[in-house]
């Protein structure tokens, strides 16, 4: 099943930003691990030069007790001053807790020893303070040397270390882009070959349409995303394209029918009276007749009338030639000026006959006659009004009386009504009901939009 077209837009995007997230942790572990390397070389580092300093002071510590020892058997204030400073600056350096973690244990008892005799150095015994720093320097220049030499080893390993992971992240760096812009542009092109293979199916569908194939299109049984919409649209578009021209070929082969029988009555039946007419007149200009004749040619005429509006109502030639609102003025004259009937008024823009052509103005013509056949029916009006505007590029055809209405809470139905509704269908025109403008009374509303027509 291919992924909906949303998914696609975002894979690549998702897949980019979850390798370029790989990419970023794996930097951020080797940064970790230089910071380690780096705060191990900075710990020798600090160890070395704290045990350096503790040596030079305990050595300076002693040349002074020695020269007290070998010169001046008395206390003097500058030996004094020089001791008291030395002694100070020697228990501070030895008191630091990341020397003494790093210390032997034996070494560690030496210090506190010496820490001992130093603490009160007023009343220290200088031969007493040179044995013990005698004792404490060795074992404490032994461990300087050994934290010199962890600090070489130290910055070797980190120096070799730090080549060693710029190294694996450049190469890491490399292989992720070039993974990146594969992904990016392998994802790409495969989304846009699904996107184009959807397309050219629609495309395909749509081309078989405008080509008058109009067999029923597949459509999607399950909607995924706006392909597989604009796929279902297309199929109920040449559903509903199907059901219209079908309707429009029964109303064509109506219209057809219509004017065969018009032609067969106008050819046959018509023709047929006609003579017959001929030959009443020769009989009424002999005299070989009497009154009764006349009454049989005045019944004849009336015949020949009636079939001739029938022929008219079947096939209206006024609308091919007159146009439009001349062939709804030729059967409002027939069939509404009766006494009994109620008066009527017509209003045609005289625009509408070049902008429909014979076929949209029979589809009209039938519509609206059908529509005043139903208020003369049904209606019990006064008066009823028909009405065909151009409005903003839309045809607006109403007709409206001041009858008895229409019920709004049943539904609609009924032969003339399923007439006019696919009629209006097959023009791809809008056609509801409403109330009239009149205090009472109900109008018929089509609007076809003049771009439709063709």
Request: charged share 20%; hydrophobic share 45%.
């Amino acid at each position: 099943m291919p992924l909906p077209i949303r998914y696609q837009f975002i894979l690549a995007p998702l897949v980019i930003v979850v390798v370029l997230t790989c990419l970023v942790t794996y930097t951020l572990i080797e940064l970790a691990n230089i910071h380690r390397q780096n705060e191990l070389t900075v710990k020798w580092v600090i160890l070395a030069d704290r045990a350096q300093a503790a040596v030079a002071n305990a050595t300076l510590l002693d040349r002074i007790v020695q020269e007290q020892l070998a010169n001046q058997p008395n206390k003097s204030d500058e030996y004094l001053f020089n001791y008291l400073e030395q002694s100070r600056i020697l228990v501070d350096s030895l008191l630091d807790m990341m020397l003494m973690a790093e210390f032997p244990a034996d070494l560690q008892i030496k210090l506190e020893a010496t820490r001992n005799l130093l603490r009160d150095p007023e009343h220290a015994n200088p031969t007493a303070v040179h044995d013990s720093l005698m004792a404490l320097l060795p074992p404490l220049e032994h461990q300087q040397k050994i934290f010199m030499a962890q600090r070489r080893s130290a910055y070797v390993d980190y120096h070799r270390h730090l080549s060693v992971i710029i190294s694996r992240m450049y190469a890491a760096l490399l292989s992720i882009l070039g993974l990146c812009i594969a992904l990016a542009v392998g994802l790409g092109i495969w989304g846009l070959h699904n996107i184009r293979q959807r397309l050219k199916l629609l495309t395909q569908h749509a081309q078989a349409v405008c080509a008058g194939n109009l067999a029923p299109l597949p459509a999607p049984v399950i909607v995924r995303d706006e392909l597989d919409e604009l796929e279902l649209c297309l199929a109920r578009m040449t559903q509903r394209l199907f059901d219209v021209v079908a309707v429009e070929k029964v109303l064509q082969g109506s219209e057809d029918e219509r004017r065969r029988i018009a032609m067969d009555m106008h050819d046959g039946v018509l023709a047929d009276l006609t003579a017959l007419t001929r030959g009443i007149d020769t009989l009424q200009l002999s005299s070989m007749v009497n009154g009764r004749l006349t009454e049989l040619r005045r019944a004849v005429d009336d015949i020949i009338k009636s079939i001739r509006h029938t022929i008219d109502d079947l096939h209206p030639q006024t609308l091919e030639i007159l146009g439009l609102e001349s062939a709804l003025r030729s059967f409002l004259d027939r069939h509404c000026n009766l006494p009994d009937l109620p008066p009527y008024h017509v209003e045609c823009d005289p625009l509408i006959e070049t902008a429909l052509q014979l076929p949209q103005k029979i589809n009209l013509f039938r519509i609206i006659t059908e529509a005043v056949h139903n208020l003369l029916r049904h209606a019990r009006c006064n008066r009823f009004e028909i009405s065909l505007r151009i409005v903003a590029q839309r045809l607006i055809v109403t007709v409206e009386d001041n009858g008895i209405g229409m019920p709004v809470d049943t539904t609609v139905t009924g032969h003339g009504i399923t007439n006019i509704t696919e009629r209006a269908r097959t023009l791809g025109a809008n056609v509801r009901w409403r109330a009239a403008r009149f205090a009472s009374g109900a109008c018929v509303e089509l609007t076809l939009p003049l771009g439709l027509v063709s």
